[in-house]
């Protein structure tokens, strides 16, 4: 079972800009490089959606309305996961989480709020 933990959210103004980062944690014996990452989001009200996925491979992939302006990246050696999240919008407000997939079991992290708010 992989544990993962969220950080960097925060508020800030239009156009800002945010870091967000997750760590993997867990048995020795999981290969943090051979799983699939993702970052959803959740406003209030709606359904979480997917914003962005890495592969294990490196191969990215985006929802329509965070391309161009949201990069995921990984660092297999620190386990971890980060999306950096560039001019950032009151739409964009949501708790975002952490996900891992691997042979068809995942985990979530706890989430961490982001506000974009002038």
């Known amino acids: 079972q992989v544990q993962l933990v969220e950080s960097g959210g925060g508020l800030v103004q239009p156009g800002q800009s945010l870091r967000l980062s997750c760590a993997a944690s867990?048995?020795?014996?999981?290969?943090?490089?051979?799983?699939?990452m993702a970052w959803y989001r959740q406003a209030p009200g709606k359904q979480r959606e997917l914003v962005a996925v890495?592969?294990?491979?490196?191969?990215?992939n985006y929802t329509d309305s965070v391309k161009g302006r949201f990069t995921i990246s990984r660092d297999n050696a620190k386990k971890m996961v980060y999306l950096q999240m560039d001019s950032l919008k009151p739409e964009d407000t949501a708790v975002y989480y952490c996900k891992s997939d691997r042979g068809g079991r995942s985990s979530w992290g706890q989430g961490t709020q982001v506000t974009v708010s002038s």
């Open positions: 890495i592969n294990s491979g490196g191969g990215t």
């Open positions: 867990g048995s020795i014996f999981i290969i943090f490089s051979f799983y699939t």
